[in-house]
């Protein structure tokens, strides 16, 4: 009997500690401990800062010019061909001459034919002079009609007129020769500036119509240095200006940067070229809902010619700048207080939050720069937070 005691016994410990057990489980399920609250923060450090504006950039050559013709006729040569370097002057097509050429020969023959009939003109001046003198002489003496002397009179006034018609004749002649010579000149098109062949757009025998419009045979290009266009909004323009500092990086090389100087800021929008009267009354519904953007231009060098014509520029324009300055977050700033300061909320030391107001610098959006309020290593709050605030 004494081992069913035991057994009883150990029965009725049994159940008391299941009951506990339950009764702990239950009460974590119902009832759970408080959890700590995760806090979203971050340091003030030192670091540089920039507040930027950002735009998208067309590269051009700093020179593009069209090379053509002025003459009509068959392109019999031509002596560059694409990527070629060339010097000013340097010959680049030959168009065939034999036109200008046959022109200038017929301009100088009219300057000849001008000269023969202006001597044999002068010729005759000197024998009417010789008459008019005689006849003079013989009238004074009675020994001739005055009608006589009156007619070798006009007959020398007539040889007069007649030299200064020749002699308009033959200046006509004299520049229409010049004229044939420079239209010679023309076919043989040679370049205007340094650069490098960047078109072809006429190709060796084709023909050339000057007549109808300006051919153009290549396109040379200053590659030594680039003009960057970069199209900055409406919004950020009127805290741009010329003499800021910019940089820029390549769609195939986002790691590198290219830096330059704002050296203008065109006063109309891009769109001003394409149209030259504004925007007339049809187009001002469209035209305000369109974006509209400005020009900042730079230059900058290219000497291994790694920047290409009509490539893209992701453009940065520095509006101010600091360095080893005390930075937090943008996102940790609370609202801005009419003094100008800022509501920023800081850890504490027990896990808690302490309102506290500072006054910024710059704010890129990304991160701020802190004037006063904050010292480093102390901690913001950066997330939206159910915390006790303690006012200091």
């Known amino acids: 009997m004494l081992w069913l005691q035991h057994l009883g016994r150990y029965r009725w410990w049994s159940i008391v500690v299941l009951s506990l057990f339950v009764g702990w489980l239950v009460k974590a399920q119902l009832f759970p401990a408080p959890v700590a609250p995760q806090v979203a923060s971050s340091a003030v450090v030192l670091g540089d800062i920039e507040e930027t ?41 030959e168009i065939d001459a034999l036109p200008q050429q046959n022109a200038l020969r017929t301009a100088q023959a009219q300057v000849r034919s001008a000269d023969a009939r202006l001597t044999a003109r002068l010729a ?64 043989r098109v040679v ?27 290549i396109k040379l290009a200053r590659l030594d240095t680039m003009t960057v266009k970069a199209q900055i909004s409406e919004a950020d323009v009127t805290r741009v200006s010329a003499g800021m500092g910019v940089y820029f990086t390549l769609l195939g090389e986002p790691d590198t940067r290219y830096r330059a100087v704002l050296s203008a800021l065109e006063p109309g929008p ?17 035209a305000a809902s369109n974006a509209v953007y400005f020009n900042g231009i730079f230059d900058v060098p290219n000497p291994h010619r790694t920047l290409r014509i009509d ?7 520095v509006l101010a700048r600091a360095r080893g300055a005390r930075l937090i977050p943008s996102g940790a700033l609370g609202e801005r207080t009419a003094d100008g300061s800022y509501v920023v909320h800081v850890l504490t030391a027990d896990g808690g939050r302490q309102m506290r107001r500072i006054r910024v610098g710059l704010n890129n959006r990304i991160n701020a720069q802190v004037i006063a309020g904050l010292e480093l290593g102390e901690r913001v709050i950066t997330s939206d937070l159910d915390l006790p605030a303690q006012t200091p």
Do not use: C, F, W
């Open 53 to 93: 504006v950002l735009a998208t950039g067309r590269i051009n050559a700093s020179q593009l010019v069209s090379v053509g013709a002025q003459v009509t006729g068959q392109v019999v040569a031509l002596h560059v061909k694409l990527g070629d370097s060339v010097k000013k002057g340097q010959p680049i097509a």
């Open 124 to 187: 005759s001046l000197r024998q009417a002079t010789l008459a008019d003198r005689r006849q003079r002489a013989l009238m004074a003496e009675d020994a001739v009609a005055r009608v006589d002397a009156e007619a070798a009179e006009a007959t020398l006034a007539t040889v007069r007129a007649d030299i200064q018609a020749l002699r308009a004749e033959r200046e006509q002649a004299t520049i229409a020769a010049s004229t044939a010579e420079l239209n010679l000149s023309y076919t």
């Open 191 to 217: 370049a205007p500036m340094d650069g490098e062949v960047v078109a072809i757009v006429t190709e060796q025998g084709q023909t050339v119509n000057a007549n109808q419009s300006a051919p153009t045979i």
């Open 270 to 286: 891009t769109t001003i070229a394409s149209d030259a009267s504004g925007v007339v009354a049809g187009q001002a519904t469209s």
């Open 311 to 317: 490539m893209t520029a992701q453009t940065t324009i």
